[in-house]
């Protein structure tokens, strides 16, 4: 058998030196792989010719080579259990650090959820809002905590107050909020004949209300307060009163006399007039060069003052110099009083008598 083997095997060798030389063809189906160190692809045929089923060398797979520090094969049982335990140590440190850190997010939460509620609350910038008012408007209770706090929200609701331009709110941990607003002033009120609204120099409605109550502000006269909302600007683009009474109010904001005036009438655009608190009457005209117009008047008042005049009229109605008037005095006019005639004497002797 051995012999019948080698004498087989040597010839296959010499048959695959003799193929060296010639040209590699295609692999066709049907080959396989002899198990040996110089494997080629052979077909059946050849290989049933020199190998009967009782002479099949099984394919050996390539042996490992052996790497320092590594068991190639079978692992060392101190090895492996060596391997498990520190695996299992690791294993318990992860599950250790997981439940410590749960345990810590545990207590901050809860520490945080008594701790972190809304205790003081500060306000700027109020002058006719108090801190109750808007601290109501923004919704904000002692009880209200501080991460579930809505700042955005809560500024939005103060900004609907028609008083309010605008507000910003700040959080100051552990348990203050501040509240800065910005207030509109009002600078007139419009009169008619049952309502009075509230406008500031913009235009904006702030408030109507059926009873003068705001003697510290201009009195407009001349427009109806009939039709205006609150929280809107007077008139549209074509309304011509309210365009003329926008340029006056901007006028006299820039010139800084808008606290000076008592009233303003402007029931005829041709002939406006003023009447200041110091009692000293304006004619204006029209409101035309208004900035100018009053730029001029600031500097007649003063020296008004000065001069202790609490009344009469100043005329800027026209180019130059404003004219001063005093108050109008009519003169009484003279009383007669009537002469009394003398009584004219005779030397008629008694008893004569005159004749013609």
């Known amino acids: 058998m051995d012999e019948r083997y080698n004498k087989r095997t040597s010839e296959n060798k010499n048959a695959s030196r003799n193929a060296q030389g010639k040209k590699k063809e295609p692999q066709k189906s049907g080959t396989v792989l002899v198990p040996d160190k110089k494997s080629k692809a052979v077909s059946e045929e050849e290989r049933a010719r020199f190998l009967s089923d009782d002479d099949y060398i099984p394919t050996q797979k390539p042996k490992k080579e052996a790497v320092k520090g590594k068991v190639i094969g079978k692992i060392d049982p101190k090895t492996a259990k060596k391997r498990k335990k520190k695996k299992n140590k690791k294993i318990r ?11 810590l997010i545990a207590v901050f939460l809860a520490v945080s959820l008594l701790l972190f509620r809304v205790n003081t609350v500060n306000v700027y910038g109020n002058v006719r809002k108090t801190d109750e008012e808007i601290a109501a408007l923004a919704g904000i209770d002692l009880n209200t905590h501080m991460w ?38 009002a600078v007139a009120v419009i009169q ?44 549209d683009e074509n309304d011509f009163m309210a ?32 009447v200041m608190r110091s009692g000293i009457a304006v004619h204006m005209g029209q409101s035309d ?68």
């Open 93 to 103: 440190r992860i599950k250790s650090s997981i439940l410590l850190i749960a345990v």
């Open 148 to 185: 579930f706090f809505s700042a955005k929200k809560a500024e939005d609701r103060i900004e609907k107050d028609p008083y309010i331009v605008e507000a910003n709110i700040k959080r100051s941990y552990p348990d203050t909020l501040s509240i800065s607003v910005l207030e509109r002033e």
């Open 192 to 235: 008619s004949a049952s309502a009075y609204a509230v406008i500031d120099s913009s235009g904006y409605v702030m408030s109507i209300d059926d009873a003068a109550s705001y003697s510290d502000i201009m009195t407009v006269s001349g427009m109806g307060a009939s039709g205006y909302k609150v929280g809107t600007y007077l008139g």
């Open 243 to 274: 365009k003329t009474l926008f340029s006056i109010l901007d006028a006299m904001t820039q010139s800084g006399i808008i606290q000076d005036v008592k009233s303003l009438d402007i029931s005829n655009p041709l002939s406006i007039k003023m």
């Open 289 to 356: 060069d208004a900035s100018e117009k009053f730029e001029k008047l600031a500097k007649v008042l003063p020296w008004l003052a000065e001069r202790g005049y609490t009344d009469g009229s100043v005329d800027i109605s026209m180019k130059g110099d404003p004219v001063y008037s005093p108050p109008y005095t009519p003169t009484p006019a003279p009383t007669l009083t009537p002469t009394p005639v003398p009584t004219p004497t005779s030397d008629v002797d008694d008893g004569a008598v005159l004749s013609d």
